[in-house]
């Protein structure tokens, strides 16, 4: 019986280390080398949106803006989310129920050992953050929780 077991967890752990060495390899638009991102992001950025790190909860000042107008992927500007869609999670990063679509790429994480809906702009292959199904249950029901310095807002006065 503990054969069985082992057997079984180490073919699940081939499973999901070879699940995740293959979204590594998913080619985007834009291609730069770490070299030109590490030129072009903040030290924070870098370590979001390539390192697929996470932003402290509560720092972007993103997280209260309800201003209208539209946030775009803070790497290639590519538009990703209309403030019609934010709302005020409570989870300390900015919270959408709906995507512009086409322009996020969904992958399957399993960084902290359970599987997650993962978010990268399309264009540019930057983490944004996490998909969940908490959202508001009159909309879609699903939350992008998105990091904020992932993000550019651009106002509608702009």
Known sequence: MFYK?????????F??????????????????????????LTELQYYVMREEGTERAFSSPLDKNYSEGI??????????????????SGSGWPSFDVEIKGNIAYTIDYNIGVARIEEHCANCGGHLGHLFNDGPKNTTGKRHCINGVALKFISKNE
Request: with cysteine; hydrophobic share 40%.
């Open 15 to 40: 499973f999901f280390s070879c699940n995740s060495v293959a979204q590594k390899k998913e080619s985007f638009k834009i291609q730069k080398t770490e070299a030109e991102w590490k030129l072009e």
């Open 5 to 13: 077991i082992t057997l079984k967890f180490i073919m699940l752990s």
């Open 71 to 88: 946030y775009v992927c803070a790497g290639c500007d590519v538009p990703l989310f209309h403030s019609k869609n934010k709302f005020n």
